[in-house]
């Protein structure tokens, strides 16, 4: 039996989306610059694209831009802010994905401006209050940089709350939402924020395409130079098939999110119930709060049986997580759970579902740590 459930990393794509995106794969394959009818055609798929993404969020056709998927928007928002809006102050977590950490590290090395760190929890939660304090030293032009979900342990962010607060004090605010499109509805003319980034692979469409709102108001130069492509943001011949996909895949992820939420709530319920069944097992991140109901990250004692753990539920045809799948080829340690607790050493497997999974499979799943986890 072979199980997936390392949804967080990526996952399958939907038949739906595969039958949308063939005939610009066979037929269609006009570059979308040309001005004959098949680079129209392909143009015309690409805004069309535009304008499901643009209409899903509430936000305006000319503020969506494709890319590559979320870490070149990441790049693209924190590395442009700096360069074009006279940014001087970075607020950020150490929790964030590695692509934002890795910037801002880079923009620190580089320039003159100042990277400051909200503290969390020991769940793992912003600190809200000390976010709004740093807010409040008004001295330097601000921009705050939040995952809106967690990618190792779905805490959920309050976007309303930070927007506000950014609001309040003049701060321009980005989110890196790769995991939350999809999963959650985002009304960008209700909720002040000024770049978000998505990535289609996350919620069923194909890999390497996603996208960067940049609210009309806060204008950024191109990441990538070349030619006039996505209205001279970034230079590339865009990714006609790609484009369709992710349009794709976010109208079935927003027309069935209730039904799929659903599921993915019944699945995870019951898998954390079995989960406490196997003894000293303990669940990272604030996983009955606020938090993406597909993860689920917990730990297990230190012990030569379970730092095996990922490697024997793979043979067993198990697919899951035991850190963070940003390096080609590599799984690193979780730099989330190091930031929380740096002296923990208990062993960590993140399992992230879909709608597609099912309650055999969990059970498979549980049956399988019974052989191998020794908690």
């Given amino acids: 039996m072979r199980v997936y459930f390392d949804n967080a990393a990526t996952t399958p794509l939907a038949e739906e989306v595969f039958e949308a995106m063939v005939p610009y794969l066979k037929n269609h394959y006009g570059n979308p610059s040309s001005i004959h009818s098949a680079g129209r055609k392909a ?50 977590s150490p929790l964030e994905h590695p692509c934002v950490i890795k910037s801002l590290k880079s923009i620190e090395e580089d320039t003159n401006v100042q990277i400051d760190w ?164 303990k669940f990272n991140g604030d996983y009955l709060g606020p938090c993406h109901p597909k993860i689920i990250n917990v730990s297990f004692p230190d012990n030569v049986k379970n730092n095996m753990l990922v490697f024997n539920l793979d043979i067993a045809g198990i697919c899951a997580s035991g850190g963070s799948a940003c390096s080609s080829g590599v799984e690193s340690a979780s730099p989330v759970l190091a930031a929380i607790d740096p002296t923990d050493t208990r062993r960590s497997v993140r399992f992230s579902l879909s709608h597609y999974n099912t309650m055999e499979e969990v059970d498979y799943l549980l049956e399988k740590l019974k052989d191998h986890a020794q908690a």
Avoid: W
């Fill in 118 to 281: 909200v503290a969390h929890d020991h769940l793992g939660r912003i600190s809200l209050d000390q976010l709004e304090e740093l807010l409040q030293q008004k001295t330097k032009k601000t921009l705050v940089s939040l995952m809106h979900q967690n990618n190792e342990i779905g805490n959920r962010l309050s976007l309303d709350k930070v927007a506000q607060l950014c609001a309040e004090h003049q701060a321009l605010f980005h989110t890196d939402s790769v995991q939350g499109i999809g999963y959650q509805q985002i009304d960008l003319q209700k909720t002040n924020i000024s770049f978000l980034s998505g990535s289609a692979h996350k919620f069923h469409g194909p890999k390497g395409i996603g996208f960067v709102y940049i609210n009309n108001n806060n204008q950024i130069p191109p990441f990538m130079d070349g030619g006039a492509q996505e209205r001279n943001m970034r230079g590339g011949t865009e990714h006609t098939a790609g484009i369709v996909g992710l349009a794709k895949a976010m109208t079935l992820a927003y027309d069935h999110l209730e039904e799929r939420l659903e599921k993915i709530q019944q699945l995870r319920n019951y898998l954390v119930e079995g989960l406490k069944d196997l003894g000293d097992v």
């Fill in 43 to 92: 143009r015309a798929a690409i805004e069309q694209a535009r304008k499901t993404v643009a209409r899903y969020l509430n936000a305006s056709i000319g503020e969506i831009f494709f890319t590559s998927g979320g870490t070149e928007s990441n790049n693209m928002v924190l590395k442009g802010a700096v360069k074009k809006l006279g940014i001087q102050r970075i607020i950020s």
